[in-house]
């Protein structure tokens, strides 16, 4: 089944505890995007990549960090999380470059960070 | 500086009933309007989009309205029904070359039944 996958779906930690939410895709594509969903804010891009070892800045990348090393795998790193990183997070991807492709959205990851 | 501006935030329509959801963008470059329908627990999906060389696109119940010398497009759900209870997304991005995907805020639908 094509789809976009992120782990883990929920997560719970502690300001200043390194994590990284996976995401990956089986469709081949190559862009993906990271995206934050909060309430009365809709969704607000983060970071973005074109194709592997691309990657380059969304709306609020502040805090984040991501890598591209394989096309399918697009990880999310919070090096030191603060909680206003509490949100839902949304791994997307789609097949090509152009605005017209279809975005894909993986299932969510909610992290709460106390 | 919200590129795409989204209302109402929030919308209880009563079963069969139309329910409409407007959005406004800035740059005239945008030449590409999708929708997306995200139910709870779930990422968002492509509903239905549109290219403003057309000023209607019909899908099923869904309708996209287009309206190019006011910069704004609209969502008709027509005979709305408590399965469309989700949250809508409109969206604007340039069809060719690369270009992102500039979000509105949303809009919760709740369909009664």
């Known amino acids: 089944e094509a789809q976009v996958t992120q782990n883990p779906r929920y997560l719970i930690t502690v300001t200043g505890k390194k994590l990284t939410v996976t995401c990956s895709q089986n469709?081949?594509?190559?862009?993906m995007s990271w995206y934050r969903q909060d309430p009365g804010l809709g969704l607000r891009q983060i970071y973005y990549?074109?194709?592997?070892?691309?990657?380059d800045k969304g709306d609020v990348p502040e805090g984040y960090k991501v890598s591209r090393k394989e096309k399918r795998n697009f990880p999310l790193i919070l090096e030191s999380p603060s909680p206003n990183q509490t949100s839902l997070y949304f791994c997307?991807?789609?097949?090509?470059?152009?605005?017209?492709?279809?975005?894909?959205f993986g299932p969510g990851t909610r992290l709460t960070v106390l | 500086q919200q590129q795409v501006k989204q209302s109402p935030q929030s919308l209880i329509v009563q079963k069969g009933g139309i329910s409409i959801i407007n959005c406004a963008y800035e740059?005239?470059?945008?030449?590409?309007f999708p929708w997306y329908q995200q139910f709870p627990g779930k990422g968002p999906a492509l509903l239905i989009a549109?290219?403003?060389?057309?000023s209607e696109k019909k899908e099923g119940r869904f309708t996209i309205s287009f309206n190019k010398s006011a910069k704004q497009f609209s969502l008709h759900i027509m005979d709305s029904q408590p399965g469309d209870s989700a949250t809508y997304f409109c969206?604007?991005?340039?069809?060719?070359?690369?270009?992102?995907?500039?979000f509105g805020k949303g809009t919760m639908l709740l369909v009664s039944p």
């Open positions: 997307a991807s789609r097949p090509g470059l152009a605005g017209y492709n279809e975005q894909f």
């Open positions: 469709m081949n594509h190559e862009y």
């Open positions: 990549s074109m194709n592997v070892e691309v990657t």
């Open positions: 740059n005239t470059a945008f030449d590409y």
């Open positions: 549109i290219r403003p060389d057309v």
């Open positions: 969206a604007a991005s340039m069809h060719s070359g690369y270009s992102t995907l500039t």
